[in-house]
Structure formats: C-alpha cells, structure tokens
C-alpha cells in the first residue's frame, strides 16, 4: 500500500499538482494547504483530481470548518480527528498546531493535542498524522521569533513543536508519525519504535513538501521517499 502525505503546500498549485500526479492509494493532505485561508476551493478543485482518495487536515492556517466546508463542496474526505482501517492499518489525522505568535485560524491548547490525540491510543498499528510535529526534535526547528515584535531574532533557533504531540508519540509508539507546520524542519527520526518524518514544506524554496510511504503486511514500513513531485 502506497500513501503520499503532504504538507504546507501554502497556495503553491503547481507543486500541489505535481504531488498529486504520483500514483498512491491514498492521499493525505496535511494542513496549511494555504495561508490566512485564502484559495481553500481552488485548492479543493486541484484536490478533487484524486477525489475519494483524498483526506485533509486543517493546518493552523485553515480553520476545522473551513476544511470540512471544501471537502464537502469538492467530494473529499474531512479527516480531522478521524481515522480510517486500510490494509489492516489504522491510520488517525488531526490537524491545527499547538498555540503560535501569530494567532491563526486553527490553533489547540496542548492540553487540547493531548486529549483529542488520546482517542487514537489503542489503534494498532498506528500510523499517525498530525500538522503539529514532535517538540525537541529535528522536526520542529524554526527560526527564533520575539513573541511581543514578531521578528525573527538573528540566527537563533528554536523548538517550537508540540509536547503533546511528543509525549503521545513516546506513550503510544505508532510506527509511523508524519508531520508538516516548521517548514524549515525536513527530517526523519526515531523516537523509540516510531518513525517521525516532516518532509517539509514547498513553501521554503529548496524543501521539499511530500513523503511517498510503502506499507507493507500489517505491521512494517517498507520504505520512504521525501519527494516534491
């Protein structure tokens, strides 16, 4: 079973298309498929090349609605705190951020994350997708923002992830977590048993914005390829 899962596409529709055109079973946009919420149904028109094989999140750029409201119009599948079984697979998505400088449309507490993240617990085995990746991790380093300016501080760097996200991952161990929302952070990582990716964002020229999984059986990775189309 083949799953391309992308994210932080941001209005970039020539990117979008080229992802969509490599061949999977299932297609999992996972949020901020655009900024500030504009262009939600163009993006929903392109989505709708691969129609019922699509699943979207809302980024912390599309609120839970706004996201239900396109996949209505455009015969997607709304899949914020949903999970589909495939191939044996359980695979669960939930979609905004833990709380940023910036106040955008689809933000969560982190005690919100852990809750609604709790549901997925006992799915086995677990694939998870969450827009928000792990904190302390090569997933989740931005550049450092001074929260009362809103400018980036130098070169400094910062995690600015979800401890939510983190500790469920470390709780739960699903073999499989995808991320996106630091668009600078495309990396791979262990945590225990749980292979973390965050394939970037298309949004940052040079980074790439999609990972092509291959499942295989019930229980096994078989490889990944970090890809822009």
Not at 95 to 107: A, D, I, R
Not at 127 to 144: F, G, M, Q, R
Not at 150 to 158: F, M, R, W
Request: with cysteine; proline share 4%; aromatic share 6%.
């Amino acid at each position: 079973m083949r799953l391309l899962v992308f994210s932080d596409i941001h209005n970039d529709w020539t990117t979008l298309r080229r992802l969509l055109a490599i061949e999977a079973d299932y297609y999992i946009a996972a949020g901020d498929q655009v900024t500030w919420s504009k262009g939600i149904d163009q993006c929903g028109e392109i989505l709708a090349t691969r129609g019922e094989r699509v699943y979207v999140l809302p980024g912390n750029h599309e609120s839970a609605d706004q996201v239900a409201g396109m996949c209505a119009r455009h015969g997607l599948h709304d899949f914020h705190e949903r999970h589909i079984e495939v191939g044996g697979w359980n695979i669960a998505g939930l979609g905004y951020s833990n709380p940023t400088p910036f106040n955008t449309p689809g933000e969560y507490s982190e005690q919100q994350i852990a809750a609604r993240l709790g549901r997925f617990a006992d799915l086995s085995p677990l694939i998870l997708v969450c827009h928000a990746p792990p904190y302390d991790t090569a997933l989740d380093v931005a550049p450092k923002i001074d929260w009362e300016t809103l400018t980036v501080q130098g070169q400094d760097q910062a995690h600015v992830g979800s401890t939510a996200v983190r500790a469920v991952i470390e709780e739960v161990q699903p073999l499989l977590s995808l991320h996106g929302h630091i668009h600078e952070s495309r990396a791979a990582v262990r945590l225990g048993r749980t292979l973390a990716i965050n394939p970037g964002s298309s949004y940052v020229e040079g980074v790439l914005s999609g990972v092509l999984v291959e499942l295989e059986g019930k229980d096994k990775v078989k490889r990944y390829r970090l890809t822009s189309g």
